[in-house]
């Protein structure tokens, strides 16, 4: 697959407003403009847990743009072999481990297949994260999910966040709540370049030791989440 997309981005971890009106503010200082308000994200993560040759198959119907939806797949590990009758029809030898990711956001589905970064392996650079991502809207879970098992993934974990989003020039600034009481909001800021962010960081009024290239669940356990609550960790609805 050419010309991967990539995810470039960074969390903020130290010195972070301590309220949502407090980052809005400082949204507004710096002349960020709301790009997508406060909303629930619910998010279930699946891990390769048995590589095996695979023969499968998923309804071209699932995917909102078919060309993406075979993006993922191909990023996944699979290889359309054929489409009849609306199925494509799928297999693949020995699937690479990718980090996946089924969200709903309250008015979408996202399926998102992300590179898995091994620590020190020279992929995160200044505190900041950069790796592939290829992701595509989905019309219902169900079949994704399906496949996913039927090619050796399984469910790991199931979590639940607010965000609100900015953006501010060619970045997007995130801030996170958590369900559990013992984490305080993070924010995340993500762009088409390391040096895109990191200037956006400095604006901002931070510096590299406020910032960390670490996943949601490490900072949840950073923050004392036992490891049996982050695997579930929801709101109460």
Same mark, same amino acid.
Not at 140 to 161: D, H, M, N
Not at 182 to 202: F, H, N, Q, R, Y
């Given at each position: 697959?050419?010309?991967? &997309?990539?995810?470039?981005?960074?969390?903020?971890? !130290? !010195?972070?407003?301590?309220?949502?009106?407090?980052?809005?503010?400082?949204?507004?200082? @710096?002349?960020?403009? =709301?790009? =997508?308000?406060?909303?629930?994200?619910?998010?279930?993560? +699946?891990?390769?847990?048995?590589? /095996?040759? @695979?023969?499968?198959?998923?309804?071209?119907?699932?995917?909102?743009?078919?060309?993406?939806?075979?993006?993922?797949?191909?990023?996944?590990?699979?290889?359309?072999?054929?489409?009849?009758?609306?199925?494509?029809?799928?297999?693949?030898? =020995?699937?690479?481990?990718?980090?996946?990711?089924?969200?709903?956001?309250?008015?979408?589905?996202?399926?998102?297949?992300?590179?898995?970064?091994?620590?020190?392996?020279?992929?995160?650079?200044?505190?900041?994260?950069?790796?592939?991502? @290829?992701?595509?809207?989905?019309?219902?879970?169900?079949?994704?999910?399906?496949?996913?098992?039927?090619?050796? +993934?399984?469910?790991?974990?199931?979590?639940?966040?607010?965000?609100?989003?900015?953006?501010?020039?060619?970045?997007?600034?995130?801030?996170?709540?958590? &369900?559990?009481?013992? @984490?305080? &909001?993070?924010?995340?800021?993500?762009?088409?370049?390391?040096?895109?962010?990191?200037?956006?960081?400095?604006?901002?009024?931070?510096?590299? /030791?406020?910032?960390?290239?670490?996943?949601?669940?490490? +900072?949840? +356990?950073?923050?004392?989440?036992?490891?049996?609550?982050?695997?579930?960790?929801?709101?109460?609805?």
């Amino acid at each position: 697959m050419q010309n991967i &997309p990539q995810e470039i981005e960074t969390k903020i971890i !130290r !010195r972070v407003p301590k309220t949502l009106g407090d980052f809005e503010s400082l949204m507004k200082k @710096v002349g960020a403009t =709301i790009h =997508i308000p406060r909303r629930l994200l619910s998010d279930r993560r +699946y891990r390769l847990k048995n590589s /095996r040759p @695979v023969s499968t198959a998923v309804p071209v119907s699932v995917f909102m743009d078919e060309g993406r939806g075979h993006a993922t797949l191909e990023f996944l590990g699979l290889t359309v072999i054929g489409i009849q009758n609306n199925i494509v029809s799928l297999t693949a030898e =020995i699937l690479p481990r990718r980090v996946v990711r089924l969200r709903h956001d309250g008015t979408k589905i996202i399926w998102t297949v992300k590179e898995m970064i091994i620590a020190d392996n020279g992929r995160s650079r200044g505190q900041v994260k950069q790796r592939g991502e @290829v992701e595509v809207e989905l019309l219902t879970f169900q079949p994704i999910e399906k496949l996913l098992k039927e090619i050796g +993934y399984q469910c790991v974990s199931e979590r639940e966040k607010f965000r609100t989003t900015y953006s501010l020039e060619t970045t997007l600034i995130e801030w996170q709540e958590s &369900p559990s009481p013992l @984490v305080t &909001p993070w924010m995340e800021v993500e762009g088409p370049s390391i040096a895109a962010v990191k200037e956006i960081i400095a604006r901002l009024g931070f510096a590299e /030791r406020d910032m960390a290239a670490i996943s949601d669940a490490e +900072y949840l +356990y950073r923050s004392g989440v036992p490891n049996k609550q982050i695997r579930r960790l929801v709101f109460s609805h």
